[in-house]
């Protein structure tokens, strides 16, 4: 065989040529042949006939007694088959074999699927062994003949639009047992596709309660035996099972997908592994939320209302409320830097009634949405407190100042994060007891004037540990006149707890703090008429009630 003289060029534009010939064998009255020795057959050739368009080529040539004598024993001397089957061939094949009297010429088919070879010729038809099958696909490579074996077809799906994915394979076609077809090929890049929220064809497809929304249907009955999702930016596997529908994304942001689909070595003459690559940018609507699930949010005053603003395009954000008109910072809550929340907080005067957050793009003033909310009223009980004069000296305007110029900076700095975890911790075990409330009416020494009491006295015996109630920065963490020994913690996003009378403080300014951590024992110090701690919470200047942030993180509502 020459397999120099093989034509090798091949169009891949060629017609699909698969044809399917019914071959009727028919019960010939075959007439028995002469028999024909082996010097007189003195030359074979085979021509592949798979190409409508192209000449059809020379695939081997026989010259040598040993190549021809089985054509001799299976085709010349043999009688054609009397009973008739139907076969499908999916290839054939053109074979002469010249003799020193004639040329005899035999059509031989192959039925891939059902591993049946026959030849055929004017006085009928003949059995030939499947495996010549192999030394022809060999000698001429075909794997276009085989569309049924070729990688399957791949579409992604969001609703009904289709995304254009990036391609990588490596394929092998495998027609027979002993016969590999390996292909391999890649398309660079993948196609960009942007989710815009003002195209309105694609707003609804990004509506987060809709799950499932990006779909893969793969050619029928080709779906591949293992599936992995992977980002392949961050190197991370999203999921190993989910198909054909695809996690959907709920965050704005950059997706960078890579489905690897595997098709197993099975018996259907194809095996390997494609990746499909393809980047989402996911826009998300801007939403507005505060920090309730109900449907009108309400609040007691004392509460910490927030505001989250999902998917926020940028910084350029101001929120307002009648209820709190000092500025209300944003600031980042995730990670990613997509969501704003601000902390609004609510002092206890604050009057029972019908209020709305309003939010602004703050360098048009144009408004973008505003939320409603109810303050529902609490009433504060009142107490008359004794004090010795020279413990209501020590509330001079004097000492005031000079504690106000000790104090400098430590609540004006808060950090830009959030640094505590879930709900406060009580900063005194059990048992205690609580001797004044927080924002209880006081009236001291019989006073027609009163005022709130700005935080909540749990009384227990001198000495007695003090916990860190949440995570933060220690910003102050010394003594001052009226207040005694003092620390303050920032926990981030402008709300800090303070710690007030203490015995002994075993924290530094500057410190971080774990939630739970032993900061300082209780005492009297300062403005104090025996042995507590008096805890706040507060932002801009505004005590909050303690006890809510001990059921709650005021910020659980935004978590998820
Ligand atoms: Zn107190």
Not at 142 to 147: A, G, H, K, R, V
Not at 220 to 230: E, F, G, H, L, Y
Not at 379 to 407: I, P, W
Request: with cysteine; charged share 20%; glycine share 6%.
């Amino acid at each position: 065989m020459n397999k120099a003289n093989l034509p090798i060029k091949f169009s891949i534009k060629m017609p699909l040529y698969l044809i399917a010939i019914l071959i009727l064998l028919l019960s010939t009255s075959a007439c028995k042949k002469a028999e024909l020795p082996i010097e007189e057959l003195i030359h074979g050739e085979v021509y592949f006939m798979g190409n409508g368009l192209d000449e059809n080529p020379l695939i081997q040539t026989l010259t040598d007694t040993t190549e021809l004598q089985p054509y001799l024993d299976i085709l010349v001397n043999v009688e054609a088959l009397e009973s008739y089957t139907d076969i499908s061939v999916d290839l054939t094949y053109k074979l002469t074999l010249q003799t020193t009297e004639e040329t005899l010429s035999y059509d031989i088919g192959f039925d891939l699927g059902n591993k049946i070879g026959v030849a055929h010729d004017s006085t009928g038809y003949y059995p030939v062994p499947f495996e010549w099958v192999d030394l022809y696909l060999d000698a001429y490579r075909i794997p276009e003949q085989f569309t049924h074996l070729q990688p399957p077809s791949f579409t992604l799906m969001m609703d009904d639009y289709v995304i254009s994915t990036g391609l990588s394979q490596e394929w092998y076609l495998q027609p027979t047992p002993s016969t590999l077809y390996p292909q391999f090929y890649s398309i660079e890049g993948y196609e960009l596709r942007t989710m815009e929220t003002l195209d309105f064809t694609l707003t609804g497809l990004f509506d987060r309660t809709i799950p499932n929304q990006i779909r893969i249907s793969i050619t029928d009955n080709m779906n591949p035996s293992n599936v992995i999702i992977n980002d392949y930016e961050l190197e991370e596997t999203i999921s190993t099972s989910v198909f054909p529908n695809l996690p959907k994304p709920k965050e704005t942001g950059d997706y960078h997908y890579e489905i690897e689909c595997t098709w197993d070595k099975t018996e259907k003459g194809y095996h390997g592994t494609i990746k499909y690559m393809f980047n989402l940018i996911i826009e998300m609507p801007t939403t507005y939320q505060l920090n309730s699930n109900e449907i009108i949010p309400t609040y007691e005053p004392g509460d910490s209302m927030a505001i989250l603003i999902k998917d926020a395009k940028d910084l350029d954000y101001r929120v307002e409320t009648e209820a709190f008109t000092k500025t209300i910072g944003l600031f980042y809550f995730d990670e990613n830097q997509t969501d704003l929340v601000g902390l609004i907080p609510l002092n206890s005067r604050t009057k029972a009634g019908d209020y709305s957050v309003m939010i602004y793009r703050d360098s048009t003033n144009e408004l973008l949405d505003s939320i409603d909310y109810t303050v529902i009223p609490k009433e504060f009980d009142s107490q008359q407190l004794t004090v010795s004069s020279s413990t209501a000296s020590l509330k001079s305007s004097e000492n005031r100042e000079k504690d106000n110029a000790k104090f400098g900076d430590a609540k004006s700095y808060s950090e830009g994060s959030k640094l505590w975890e879930d709900n406060f911790l009580m900063p005194i075990d059990k048992p205690y007891r609580i001797s004044t409330e927080y924002s209880m009416i006081r009236y001291v020494n019989g006073d027609t004037e009163s005022s709130r009491h700005s935080g909540l006295d749990i009384a227990v015996p001198e000495g007695t540990p003090i916990k860190a109630a949440n995570s933060g920065y220690v910003t102050f963490a010394s003594d001052l006149i009226i207040s005694g020994n003092v620390i303050v913690i920032d926990h981030g996003l402008g709300l800090f707890t303070s710690y007030v009378h203490l015995y002994k403080i075993h924290v530094e300014d500057g410190d971080f703090v774990e939630k739970g951590d032993i900061i300082g024992e209780v005492g009297s110090t300062g403005y104090s008429t025996g042995p507590h701690l008096h805890w706040t919470v507060w932002k801009n200047g505004v005590y909050l009630n303690p006890w809510k942030f001990v059921e709650e993180d005021p910020l659980a509502a935004f978590s998820n």
